[in-house]
C-alpha cells in the first residue's frame, strides 16, 4: 500500500474517531441535560408545594384573627390577666412560625427562602439570615432559584441527620466588592469527598449529585466562582457572581 494512501487512511480513521468522541461528548451533554431539566422541574415543584403550605397555614391564621381578637376581648372584660398574658403569648409563638421574615427584594426568592426556611425551623435548626438580591443579576430568577433550592435543601438534609443541638444554618446574601455574594454554612455531619470535589450524601435515586452539578453549570454559566469547604461539624458554600452590568 502507497504511503500515501496509508497516510490518508490513518487521517481518516482519526477523523472518524474524533467524530465518535464529540458525538459521545454531545450525547451525554445532551442526556445530562434533560435529567437536570427534570430534576429542576421536580424542585420548582416542590418549592411551590412547601410555599403553599407555608401561605395556606398563614391563612388559617387570619382566618382565626377574629376569634383570637374576640376570645382576648373576654379575657379582658374579666379582667383575668394572667390567662390574657399566656394567651398572647401562644399567638405570637403562633405568629412567628408563619410569619414571612425573610424580604430579599427578589419576589421568586423570597418564596424559595421561606419556605425553606420554614421546614428548616420545623426540625428546629437555629436561623440566621442576612439577604439582600439587587436587581442587576445576570441570571433569572429560575436559575437563582435552583441555586438557592438546591443550597438549602442540602443544608436542611444535613441538619436532619444531627441532633437537635447541633442544627444550625446561617445565610449571607448581598454584594460584596462589586460581585453577587451567596454564603451558606450549615452544621453538617459525614462529608463524601471525591478528589477536589464533594459528593451528595443523598440516598441512591433520590436525584444523585444532580444539585451540586446544577449550582455549577449556572456559575460556569456565568462566569461565576464556587468555593465550597468543610470544617469540622461546618460545611460552608461561597458562590460570587459579577453583576450583569460587568459582565
Known sequence: MKP????????????????????????????????????????????????????????????????????????????NYRELDTYMEELAR????????????????????????????????????????????????????????????????SCARLSEEERFIRIFIGIIKGQFYLSVQNAAGEIKRKGEGYLSTKRAGAAYGYGLFRIDRIAMKYRGFVNRKNEAGVFATEITFPLAESI
Not at 480513521?13 to 445532551?30: D, F, N, P, S
Not at 398563614?58 to 373576654?74: A, E, G, T, V
Not at 425573610?102 to 437555629?126: E, F, Q, S
Open 94 to 157: 403562633d405568629l412567628v412560625t408563619v410569619d414571612t421574615v425573610i424580604k430579599t427584594g427578589n419576589v421568586m426568592a423570597d418564596a424559595v427562602l421561606n419556605a425553606k426556611l420554614y421546614a428548616a425551623k420545623n426540625l428546629h435548626v437555629r436561623v440566621n439570615v442576612k439577604a439582600n438580591i439587587p436587581k442587576n443579576l445576570p441570571m433569572s430568577d429560575v436559575e437563582l432559584c435552583a441555586v438557592l433550592g438546591n443550597l438549602l435543601d442540602n443544608a436542611v438534609e
Open 4 to 79: 500515501l494512501m496509508m497516510a490518508g487512511i490513518i487521517v481518516a480513521m482519526a477523523a472518524a474517531a474524533a467524530g465518535i468522541i464529540v458525538g459521545i461528548r454531545v450525547l451525554l451533554i445532551t442526556v445530562i441535560d434533560r435529567r437536570i431539566a427534570r430534576f429542576q422541574s421536580s424542585l420548582i415543584e416542590k418549592q411551590m408545594t412547601e410555599t403553599e403550605n407555608m401561605y395556606r397555614q398563614m391563612r388559617s391564621w387570619r382566618h382565626d384573627y377574629r376569634n383570637h381578637i374576640q376570645n382576648m376581648k373576654i379575657l379582658l372584660s374579666e379582667e
